[in-house]
């Protein structure tokens, strides 16, 4: 008997995420979205119609939620003068099981372009969410 759960018609499991920043190994990552879209624009006749279509750039973006635990422990290995922002590109690994095949896709050369706190009275838990910007996806 088969024990992964069905999500939308889909059998998935809960996915590894593998993230190293400065030698540090990053446990506390409760959740990544990333996605990567290659712009079009319509350009139009004088009756409203498009007559053609142009491809923009290419753009990937990425961001993640961590515990604020791990975003600490980052910065005690940074200098004083360097924020979270200034830390090398690194990469985000993320594979999962899905029909009994290990899917991996990997989000290339992140960096943090924010850093931010929120904090809630009555919370237990003290998660960050924090934008990245990436150079591309490798989807599989």
């Given at each position: 008997m088969n024990e992964l759960p069905f999500?939308?018609?889909?059998?998935?499991?809960?996915?590894?995420?593998?993230?190293?920043?400065?030698?540090?190994?990053?446990?506390?990552?409760?959740?990544?979205?990333?996605?990567?879209?290659?712009?079009?624009?319509?350009?139009?006749?004088?009756?409203?119609?498009?007559?053609?279509?142009?491809?923009?750039?290419?753009?990937?973006?990425?961001?993640?939620?961590?515990?604020?635990?791990?975003?600490n422990l980052i910065l005690q290995v940074l200098s004083e003068d360097q924020e979270l922002q200034n830390i090398p590109a690194f990469d985000i690994v993320v594979s999962y099981l899905k029909d009994n095949d290990i899917v991996t896709q990997v989000i290339r050369n992140c960096e943090f372009t924010t850093n931010s706190l929120l904090t809630k009275q009555n919370s237990t838990k003290n998660e960050v969410a924090l934008d990245l910007i990436c150079s591309h996806i490798e989807w599989n």
């Open positions: 999500i939308n018609g889909q059998q998935y499991t809960w996915s590894s995420i593998e993230v190293c920043v400065l030698d540090q190994i990053i446990t506390g990552i409760t959740s990544v979205n990333y996605d990567d879209s290659i712009g079009e624009e319509s350009h139009y006749e004088i009756d409203g119609f498009p007559v053609f279509s142009k491809c923009n750039a290419y753009e990937a973006k990425a961001s993640m939620t961590l515990n604020r635990d791990d975003i």
